[in-house]
């Protein structure tokens, strides 16, 4: 038979974006990453200009880069410490405890951003996104017991009433009576 059968259709697209507090723990385990190499290329630094400002001491060239030393190691540890503190943030995103979560994160954030800048502004994000879930959701419209304009019900039987516009008055046919 020469006939061909028509082609399956597409799977249907991913409904929307992923979930929010999915792209919260995507970050932190982004961050984590970054902290520990960021961690190590702190630490190398570290060394290097300490060799750096030890032959400036022994040349009499003062004490230039021992400044830039101490940077160094004060971020490696900064940034060791969040790689060893971010699998409970993890876990904090995990249970969606936000409120925690951003309480945490705000220490982090600041030490990051001071400390090598880049996982400090990973986490900001993170820390906004914890943010804006806790934050409440739009208020839903009033609910209104009488549709705006609308006709009342009944207060005899609860039923649907119409207006009669000779009179200027709603009639009930269930009742057979005006209100
Ligand atoms: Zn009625």
């Known amino acids: 038979m020469a006939t061909s059968a028509p082609p399956p259709p597409p799977p249907p697209p991913l409904a929307g974006p992923p979930a929010p507090d999915e792209s919260i723990r995507v970050l932190l385990s982004l ?3 970054l902290a520990l190499l960021l961690a190590l290329l702190a630490g190398v630094l570290f060394l290097v200009f300490l060799a750096f400002a030890v032959f400036n001491l022994l ?8 400044v830039v030393a101490i940077y160094c190691l004060a971020s490696a540890v900064v940034n060791y410490v969040v790689w060893r503190e ?3 943030l993890q876990a904090l995103a995990a249970s969606r405890q936000y ?8 220490v ?8 090598f800048v880049l996982v400090g502004v990973l986490l900001a994000v993170a820390w906004v996104k914890a943010e804006l879930l806790l934050s409440p959701p739009p208020a839903p419209a009033a609910p209104s017991t009488a549709a705006p304009g609308g006709p009342p019900t009944c207060p005899r039987c609860g ?4 207006l009669v516009p000779e009179f200027q008055r709603y009639y009930c046919h ?6």
């Open 31 to 33: 961050s984590r990453s």
């Open 59 to 66: 040349l009499g060239a003062g004490a230039g880069g021992i």
């Open 99 to 106: 409120g925690l979560l951003r309480d945490h994160l705000i």
């Open 174 to 179: 269930r009742c057979g009576a005006y209100l």
């Open 108 to 115: 982090w954030v600041v030490l990051g951003i001071l400390f």
């Open 86 to 88: 971010l699998p409970g």
């Open 159 to 162: 039923g649907p009433t119409t």
